[in-house]
């Protein structure tokens, strides 16, 4: 079956520890993104990848970064830099960097003591 | 400045009987508004993609329609199973979505 697959879902870490969120996906699609969902707000877009090797920072870049050396994988490190890492982080993708019909995965949800 | 509003904040409904959710926007050049289901603990799910003031989708007990300034979501007899948040999000011409904060569907049997 296609789809995106996040992992872990659920994550603790201590202050000042960077983690990496994995996020794969099977569809063949071009455009990955990262949105970050905190209760009572919408989501909003961390950076998102039109192509391999290519990304841009979304509304919220600041303590993050990804990479994207294949089209199937978009991986977000939450660095320590991130002031207020605790959140639920969705991974999605689409066909065509133009539309806003996503594919979103099943979340990881970073806790950070 | 490019805005989503989504009301009420939560609905609770009994089963069988039919609302209406909100989201009104105001953005420069909109390219396409697009609503979205999501269960709790779960990453949305893309439901329907509204291009044009009057255009309408159905599915199943799901209706969307559009106008200059806002859209409904319809739910028609609704049932337990279509309890969830239901997202609605905006596409002006930079591209970007922006994303309203949802409306919490509740359908009590």
């Known amino acids: 079956d296609g789809g995106i697959t996040q992992s872990p879902k659920y994550l603790f870490r201590k202050e000042g520890q960077n983690v990496t969120l994995s996020c794969e996906q099977n569809?063949?699609?071009?455009?990955m993104y990262w949105y970050r969902q905190d209760p009572g707000q919408g989501l909003r877009l961390i950076y998102y990848?039109?192509?391999?090797?290519?990304?841009q920072k979304g509304d919220i870049a600041e303590g993050y970064s990804v990479s994207r050396e294949k089209k199937e994988s978009f991986p977000l490190t939450v660095t320590s830099a991130q002031k207020n890492p605790t959140a639920f982080y969705l991974c999605?993708?689409?066909?065509?960097?133009?539309?806003?019909?996503?594919?979103f995965g099943e979340g990881s949800r970073l806790t950070v003591l | 400045e490019d805005q989503v509003t989504q009301s009420p904040e939560a609905l609770r409904l009994q089963e069988g009987e039919s609302s209406s959710l909100n989201c009104s926007y105001t953005v420069s050049g909109l390219r396409g508004l697009f609503w979205y289901r999501q269960d709790p603990g779960k990453g949305p799910e893309f439901l329907f993609t509204?291009?044009?003031a009057g255009e309408e989708k159905e599915k199943e007990r799901l209706k969307a329609t559009l106008t200059k300034k806002e859209s409904f979501l319809h739910i028609t007899a609704p049932k337990p199973e279509d309890s969830a948040t239901y997202l609605c999000a905006v596409q002006a011409r930079a591209n970007n979505l922006f994303f309203g904060t949802g409306t919490r569907l509740t359908v009590i049997p």
């Open positions: 569809l063949n699609h071009d455009a």
């Open positions: 999605a993708s689409s066909g065509d960097s133009h539309t806003g019909e996503l594919f």
């Open positions: 509204l291009y044009s």
């Open positions: 990848s039109q192509i391999v090797n290519d990304f």
